[in-house]
């Protein structure tokens, strides 16, 4: 059924379309995702139907009687090294730790190929209300594809994997690339092992699709912290070479991701407003389920990500000074540049899981 004709209905075909662009957008001589318009301005792509797909269902929770969650802002970590640190570092000829730091990003974006293998059970049969004319009904008919290609690119396409890249070899003049980044991010993902389930009543295939969509909805909420991070130091003319193209790049990454967040909490929202069958024949309210997931995530993000960063960049930052003039002064002002940041006492999601 045509968009025209059901706003709540759409084929896979018309979540993946583009349109049309007066030019396209090319980063390091690949040619990305997106393009510019008649005047300038750029243009997300595959959003001609996708966002007012996104908020016609919106609209329908909402109509229903029925909330949309919100995750607030501050319980996003500050990036660390902070804006005026990895200034401080770039200044004074220390680059190492930044060029990793966006290298270890541009990465990251690239495994967002993954959310288009991920596995959603029956929910028709594992939901006691319909889903019919939802969020939820499109997952797997072009949202998750739709996701998968904006991050990591399709075909010969370049996605944001290779804008950040972009970004980074225009703001830094193509920078040597550190020989162990993917080896030491891949070894932290190791370290973290498996969550164990929270509500095993579900079963597992349900959870486990419900906890990949809500930990990557956190990823992409707190990635608005990053993208202003890097804003703010690739578009600054003192360290970046070329601070309206790579700035600019930045801009049009965060343009790309929010139809990235919206699906995602549009879909676990109608999760939310859902009542679920457990493997035992009984059943569960959704929100019980959603906001468990949720705060667990958060839970562990506010505790570690902030330390993790930290670490990650200590471990080989007394190092990577020695190329400056004096390393002992620059460690001591870039430690003097650090701000405390206090973490809100809740999630927001907690009623639901004591409940």
């Given at each position: 059924?045509?968009?025209?004709?059901?706003?709540?209905?759409y084929?896979?075909?018309?979540?993946?379309?583009?349109?049309?662009?007066?030019?396209?957008?090319?980063?390091?001589?690949?040619?990305?995702h997106?393009?510019?318009?008649?005047?300038?301005?750029?243009?997300?792509?595959?959003?001609?139907?996708?966002?007012?797909?996104?908020?016609?269902?919106?609209?329908?929770?909402?109509?229903?009687?029925?909330?949309?969650?919100?995750?607030?802002?501050?319980?996003?970590?500050?990036?660390?090294?902070?804006?005026?640190q990895?200034?401080?570092?770039?200044?004074?000829?220390?680059?190492?730790?930044?060029?990793?730091?966006?290298?270890?990003?541009s990465?990251?974006?690239?495994?967002?190929?993954?959310?288009?293998?991920v596995k959603?059970?029956?929910?028709?049969?594992l939901?006691?209300?319909?889903?019919?004319?939802?969020?939820?009904?499109?997952?797997?008919?072009?949202?998750?594809?739709?996701?998968?290609?904006?991050?990591?690119?399709?075909?010969?396409?370049?996605?944001?994997?290779?804008?950040?890249?972009?970004?980074?070899?225009?703001?830094?003049?193509?920078?040597?690339?550190?020989?162990?980044?993917?080896?030491?991010?891949?070894?932290?993902?190791?370290?973290?092992?498996?969550?164990?389930?929270?509500?095993?009543?579900?079963?597992?295939?349900?959870?486990?699709?419900?906890g990949?969509?809500?930990?990557?909805?956190?990823?992409?909420?707190?990635?608005?912290?990053?993208?202003?991070?890097?804003?703010?130091?690739l578009?600054?003319?003192?360290?970046?070479?070329?601070?309206?193209?790579?700035?600019?790049?930045?801009?049009?990454?965060?343009?790309?991701e929010?139809?990235?967040?919206e699906?995602?909490?549009?879909?676990?929202?109608?999760?939310?407003?859902?009542?679920?069958?457990?493997?035992?024949?009984?059943?569960?309210?959704?929100k019980?389920?959603?906001?468990?997931?949720?705060?667990?995530?958060?839970?562990?993000?506010?505790?570690?990500?902030?330390?993790?960063?930290?670490?990650?960049?200590?471990?080989?930052?007394?190092?990577?000074?020695?190329?400056?003039?004096?390393?002992?002064?620059?460690?001591?002002?870039?430690?003097?540049?650090e701000?405390?940041?206090?973490?809100?006492?809740?999630?927001?999601?907690?009623?639901?899981?004591?409940?």
């Amino acid at each position: 059924m045509s968009a025209t004709a059901s706003p709540l209905h759409y084929s896979e075909e018309e979540l993946l379309s583009s349109g049309s662009f007066r030019e396209p957008l090319f980063a390091n001589g690949v040619r990305c995702h997106g393009g510019f318009d008649d005047e300038g301005r750029y243009c997300s792509p595959r959003v001609l139907f996708r966002n007012p797909a996104i908020n016609a269902w919106q609209d329908r929770l909402r109509q229903g009687g029925d909330t949309l969650f919100e995750i607030s802002p501050d319980l996003i970590p500050p990036v660390h090294p902070n804006v005026a640190q990895a200034k401080l570092l770039l200044q004074n000829g220390v680059r190492e730790p930044i060029v990793r730091a966006l290298t270890i990003i541009s990465i990251v974006e690239g495994f967002g190929a993954m959310i288009r293998d991920v596995k959603v059970p029956d929910l028709e049969s594992l939901l006691v209300e319909p889903i019919h004319g939802t969020a939820l009904a499109h997952l797997q008919r072009g949202l998750f594809e739709a996701h998968a290609r904006d991050e990591s690119g399709y075909r010969d396409e370049g996605g944001h994997k290779q804008m950040w890249e972009a970004a980074r070899d225009a703001a830094l003049e193509n920078p040597k690339i550190p020989g162990d980044v993917l080896m030491r991010l891949m070894g932290r993902r190791d370290q973290r092992g498996r969550r164990k389930p929270l509500f095993p009543e579900i079963g597992e295939d349900l959870e486990r699709s419900l906890g990949f969509m809500a930990n990557v909805l956190v990823v992409e909420v707190m990635a608005a912290e990053t993208f202003q991070w890097g804003i703010d130091l690739l578009s600054d003319p003192e360290i970046s070479a070329a601070p309206e193209e790579a700035g600019g790049m930045v801009e049009n990454i965060r343009a790309d991701e929010k139809p990235h967040v919206e699906y995602l909490r549009t879909a676990l929202s109608e999760v939310a407003a859902r009542t679920i069958r457990t493997v035992d024949g009984k059943q569960i309210s959704g929100k019980v389920v959603i906001d468990g997931l949720l705060h667990g995530i958060l839970s562990e993000v506010i505790k570690n990500r902030r330390s993790d960063q930290r670490d990650d960049l200590r471990e080989g930052l007394e190092k990577a000074v020695q190329v400056a003039a004096h390393p002992q002064r620059l460690l001591e002002d870039f430690d003097s540049l650090e701000f405390d940041w206090t973490p809100p006492s809740q999630t927001g999601f907690e009623a639901s899981e004591a409940a």
